[in-house]
Structures are given as C-alpha cells and as structure tokens.
C-alpha cells in the first residue's frame, strides 16, 4: 500500500523537528510503499531514482501544489540528509549494473515494514549482540529490543551475581554484596584473600576491584526493584555493556583460578 510523506507525517512543522534517523525510518516507509505502485518516474523495475523521487517533490504542474507548500525545499534538504543515513547503513544501495542515479532498497531494509520496525532496528544497533558476553546475547537482548530495559539490567547483573558465585564457588544463600566482598576480599587481618581477588595487582587495585563490583551492585541490581533505574534505551544499553564487562573480568579470573590450581 502507497504511502505518502505527508500521510505520515502532514505537518512541516513535525518532519523537520524529526532527528535524521526518525525521518530516515519515514522516508524508508514512503520508499518501501512504492513497490505496489505502477507507472510512476520514481520506482521502476524494483528501483529508486533518486533524481526523479526528488523532483517528485517538486511539481512541475503549476495545478499540483507540493506537499509541505511554502517549506517545501526545507523539507527536501531534511529528506537529503535522511537518504544519506539511509545509505550509509546500507537501506539504500546504488545499483552497479544501471546508469545514472538508480537505488534498490535492501533486503533488510525491504523487512522493516513500519516504523515500529524502524525503531526496534535502531535500539538493535545501539545494543550490538556480537559485542555482548553471551550469557547476556542470549538472556539478555532479547529483553533490551522488547524495551524492558529495567528487566534487562536486573536480569544482566543477575547473570554477573551467578557467574560470581560459580567461579568462587560459593552456597547459593550467599547473595549480593556480601557474595561480592567474599570473592574480592584483599589478604589482611589475617584472613585469606577471596577467590576472585587478582593477587597480580596491587594491594590498592584489588580493593579497588571490589569496589568496582560493590557499586554497580549497588546501584544496579538492587536499585531495580525499588527505585529509578535507566529507562531510556542509550543509557540502558551502555548499562548492560558495562555488566558484559564485569562478566568478562569474572571470565578471566576464573580462567587464572585453574591455571593457578594446575601449577
């Protein structure tokens, strides 16, 4: 089904307020709706012409007045600049085997039929799954693109909670901080340095390092059942990006723990 500019965005006033990747998810809705749509200058066996979209934008036919009137050319600079998102990203790809300005839209681009679509693929790339550990690619990510990002904090640190105790082997009732302090206790008092400590460091580093897993106990995996946690999907997802960081600490320490016992 065809869809205008306009029908989905009818204000002027609206399209320019829109940052370039929300207008880049308009335009790619718009571009994707001419595939049902015959005899038209613009789209032409399975191609975009991007000359020819934007002259469309322009009618020549002085009975025919643009969609945006009077801000029109404002309009078309913003839709400019959105193309050009469109093709860094790889929606818009220039077609090698046509002369002049011929496109054809992507096959992953061709799967985003909405602007929910659109929206999901942005909070995807904010939140790469390669990059993620994968305990927290497979339990974790699938909660972050639903946009229930206080689940997904809790449910990532509970992954760092849980790795902790495996790698220290730790009882399944010791919990939260003072799991956290057991396993990266510093040698002092007379009293043996935890599991996970990493006697390579300096004694400061090593208090450090718990500190470091304390307080984003703290502030994270407590405070999402009772008090203010990222809602916002940027924040949220660098959140979790620094618990698959702990994650691969914990990683690493349980690796030189048995290499250590293996000596």
């Keep these: ?25 308009v ?15 613009v ?3 399975g191609g975009i012409s991007h000359n020819n979209f934007f002259n469309s934008l322009n009618p020549t036919n002085s009975l025919t007045k643009p969609e945006y009137g009077d801000q029109q050319p404002e309009v078309n600079r913003a839709l400019m600049e959105a193309w050009a998102w469109l093709e860094n990203e790889g ?6 085997t046509s002369t002049g300005d011929w496109f054809f839209i992507s096959r992953r681009a061709r799967r985003l039929e909405s602007r929910e679509d ?12 390669a990059q993620l550990h994968p305990l927290l690619a497979s339990k974790v990510y699938p909660a972050f693109l639903r946009g229930d990002y206080d689940t997904a904090i809790f449910q990532a640190f509970k992954e760092v909670e849980v790795a902790v105790r495996q790698a220290g ?68 997802a660098e959140v979790i990006m620094f618990a698959s ?6 990683d690493r320490l349980k690796l030189q723990l048995t290499t250590d016992a293996q000596t």
């Design 1 to 25: 089904m065809y869809h205008s500019l306009s029908s989905l965005v009818p204000n002027a006033a609206d399209i320019l307020a829109l940052e370039v990747e929300e207008l880049a998810g």
């Design 245 to 250: 960081q702990l994650l691969r600490i914990v």
């Design 118 to 129: 659109f929206g999901a693929y942005r909070k995807a790339n904010l939140l790469p799954a």
């Design 169 to 236: 082997q730790f009882p399944h009732d010791l919990v939260g901080d003072k799991l956290i302090r057991a396993a990266f206790a510093t040698a002092k008092n007379n009293l043996p340095a935890g599991p996970l400590t990493d006697k390579q460091l300096p004694l400061g580093e090593q208090e450090a390092m718990a500190h470091l897993f304390a307080g984003a106990f703290g502030v994270y995996r407590n405070s999402t059942g009772h008090r203010h946690v990222p809602t916002e999907p940027e924040e949220a």
């Design 91 to 96: 929606f818009l790809v220039k077609n090698a």
């Design 43 to 45: 789209y032409q066996h």
């Design 27 to 41: 335009l790619l809705m718009h571009l994707n709706s001419y595939a049902g749509v015959s005899g038209n200058s």
